[in-house]
Antibody, heavy 122, light 110 residues
Framework: QVQLVQSGAETKRPGSSVKVSCKAS????????INWVRQAPGQGLEWMGG????????TYPQHLQGRVTITADRSTNTAYMELSGLRSDDTAVYYC???????????????WGQGTLVTVSS | QSVLTQPPSASGTPGQRVAISCSGS????????VYWFQQLPGTAPKPLVF???QRPSGVPDRFSGSKSGTSASLAISGLRSEDEADYYC???????????FGGGTKMTVL
């Protein structure tokens, strides 16, 4: 059974950066996509980007291009999401989610981490 | 404003069948596979439906997904109190080159 364990809560100043980790166990870390999704307080889900570790290059939504960087370390089965230029509206719970293997391919969001609260405050 | 439109709320009584809609366009629902997630308060989203209408292992068959054209739907039959949660649809959007989510629907069991 795949388990994703994320790093702990962070409090950051506006303008700084945060890096959240997501360690995977029990699955095929390298070949399935890992995505990052965030949820602001009381709001819905927002995709922040994703990576397939064996390919290495990440994909991001246009509105976050240049501010978010997603990487993966295959030697430790760990994915990372770094967000720079933090603003108060970046305050949210950040989730990593790994695709699961399905008949005919992979399925988006098969396994989720527990979430990491990032608070941006001066 | 979400690319996918869901009703903000839905409700039903125990045992009832309820459905949640998710409306999109030709660049997302009309051409790609839809996913549904359930989120209980204070927890991570949980997958309910993969690829329009497939249930992950362990999801009761009370939950079912369907799609027609540029709209998708999640049906819950035999509604139970533990189904009180937020429900989200998600799909890849070819025009945005991004995964997009609906705004979420809060299900209340009366």
């Amino acid at each position: 059974q795949v388990q994703l364990v994320q790093s702990g809560a962070e409090t950051k100043r506006p303008g700084s950066s945060v890096k959240v980790s997501c360690k995977a166990s029990g699955g095929s870390f390298s070949s399935l996509a890992i995505n990052w999704v965030r949820q602001a307080p009381g709001q819905g889900l927002e995709w922040m980007g994703g990576i397939v570790p064996i390919f290495g290059s990440a994909t991001y939504p246009q509105h976050l291009q240049g501010r978010v960087t997603i990487t993966a370390d295959r030697s430790t089965n760990t994915a990372y999401m770094e967000l720079s230029g933090l603003r108060s509206d970046d305050t949210a719970v950040y989730y990593c989610a790994e695709d699961s293997e399905c008949s005919g391919g992979s399925c988006f969001g098969g396994y989720w981490g527990q979430g990491t609260l990032v608070t941006v405050s001066s | 404003q979400s690319v996918l439109t869901q009703p903000p709320s839905a409700s039903g009584t125990p045992g009832q069948r309820v459905a949640i809609s998710c409306s999109g366009s030709s660049s997302n629902i009309g051409s790609n596979l839809v996913y549904w997630f359930q989120q209980l308060p204070g927890t991570a989203p949980k997958p309910l439906v993969f690829r329009d209408n497939q249930r992950p292992s362990g999801v009761p068959d009370r939950f079912s997904g369907s799609k027609s054209g540029t709209s998708a739907s999640l049906a819950i039959s035999g509604l139970r109190s533990e189904d009180e949660a937020d429900y989200y649809c998600a799909v890849w959007d070819d025009s945005l080159s991004a995964w997009v989510f609906g705004g979420g629907t809060k299900m209340t069991v009366l």
